[in-house]
């Protein structure tokens, strides 16, 4: 015969360990059911606010201006220039950075992760952006198995 206080107690533990699995579960579950956003973005905007055409025009990570945007891809990206603005419009898959702006050494691993705009660089015409200066370095050290392993990761990663 078992004891009423064991009972309680077994019950006690078995509430409190489902309890606390819960939002454990509701993480995954979160994120079975909802696929990743195509571009990295904060607040709706793209990139920390850089200037995607600057990096291949200017060479470095240029801010944009709050008055010169475009709305592409989910998110709204901000531009130095109406001129950077317009060649953007013109071909946005040219001037965007891989992987919707996500760090290239994460999305080579099969995983997301935010960016810096100085942790960047051109590769085949291709931008890539990465998580930290220490990323980046590290993604440079084979980049070009990390580009195919990015390539090849990429659908699968924004699908979740």
Same mark, same amino acid.
């Not at 606390?20 to 059911?33: E, I, K, W, Y």
């Not at 013109?90 to 994460?106: F, L, T």
């Not at 980046?136 to 390539?151: C, N, S, V, Y």
């Given at each position: 015969?078992? *004891?009423?206080?064991?009972?309680?107690?077994?019950?006690r533990r078995t509430l409190m360990a489902t309890a606390?699995?819960?939002? $454990? +579960?509701?993480?995954?579950?979160?994120?079975?059911?909802a696929a990743l956003p195509p571009v990295y973005m904060?607040?709706?905007? %793209?990139?920390?606010?850089? @200037?995607? $055409?600057?990096?291949?025009?200017?060479? *470095?990570? $240029?801010?944009?201006?709050? =008055?010169? &945007?475009?709305?592409?891809?989910?998110? &709204?990206?901000?531009? %130095? /220039?109406?001129?950077?603005?317009?060649?953007?419009?013109? @071909?946005?898959?040219?001037?965007?950075?891989?992987?919707?702006?996500?760090?290239?050494? %994460? !999305?080579?691993?099969?995983?997301? +992760? /935010? &960016? !810096?705009?100085?942790?960047?660089?051109?590769?085949?015409?291709?931008?890539f952006l990465n998580y930290s200066r220490r990323f980046?370095?590290?993604?440079? *050290?084979?980049? &070009? +198995?990390?580009?195919?392993?990015? =390539?090849?990761?990429?659908?699968?990663?924004?699908?979740?």
């Open positions: 015969m078992t *004891r009423p206080e064991t009972t309680m107690i077994l019950t606390g699995a819960l939002p $454990v +579960a509701t993480l995954f579950a979160r994120g079975a059911l904060e607040r709706g905007i %793209a990139i920390d606010g850089s @200037d995607p $055409v600057a990096y291949f025009t200017e060479r *470095r990570p $240029v801010p944009g201006s709050r =008055d010169i &945007t475009l709305d592409w891809n989910g998110a &709204t990206w901000r531009f %130095a /220039s109406a001129e950077n603005r317009d060649a953007f419009a013109g @071909d946005p898959a040219a001037w965007a950075p891989q992987y919707g702006g996500y760090c290239a050494w %994460a !999305v080579s691993e099969g995983y997301t +992760a /935010s &960016t !810096v705009p100085e942790a960047w660089k051109i590769v085949d015409g291709r931008l980046q370095r590290k993604w440079e *050290r084979d980049e &070009t +198995a990390r580009i195919q392993a990015g =390539d090849a990761n990429w659908p699968k990663v924004l699908q979740g």
